[in-house]
């Protein structure tokens, strides 16, 4: 009935991988990176922010061309699409040893869902030291109008 739960009386030598099992049940891993709460493996990083006007997409590709990335949008879904070389090092005489490799390389697809209401058709991209700033300006019949009063 109750073979589930824990015993708390184990010993000092069973005592800290007990607590990091017990921890890591309470809390599984997420796959995140790190504090942003990007899924592992998501390339290249993507910032979405909006204003009255538009929605900006900021695309982190460092080491990229622009030529290099596919950007697209259908149905209110952002698509990057490119490829990252392989980093290569020489050194005299032969390929360098690594001991570890961040960098990942191959092709890569990251998608992303816009909010609704955005004229896609006047979209600009512009890329400058490894970012893509992508303007999509909300259709007019949604942007923010003032309203005068009247006096009565």
Request: proline share 5%; hydrophobic share 40%; glycine share 10%.
């Amino acid at each position: 009935m109750f073979g589930d739960l824990r015993r708390f009386d184990t010993g000092p030598s069973r005592g800290v991988d007990w607590f990091r099992q017990l921890m890591d049940e309470m809390f599984p891993e997420s796959g995140a990176a790190d504090i942003r709460s990007v899924p592992r493996g998501s390339y290249p990083m993507i910032n979405i922010g909006r204003t009255d006007d538009a929605v900006r997409v900021y695309v982190f590709a460092a080491g990229l061309a622009a030529e290099a990335l596919d950007v697209s949008i259908q149905d209110n879904v952002l698509t990057v699409r490119g490829e990252r070389p392989q980093a290569r090092s020489e050194i005299e005489g032969g390929e360098a040893a690594y001991f570890r490799r961040e960098r990942g390389s191959g092709e890569f697809v990251r998608t992303v869902a816009l909010p609704d209401g955005l004229d896609a058709d006047r979209a600009e991209a512009r890329c400058r030291n490894g970012v893509v700033e992508i303007h999509l300006p909300k259709r007019e019949e949604l942007k923010p109008r003032r309203i005068d009063i009247q006096a009565a």
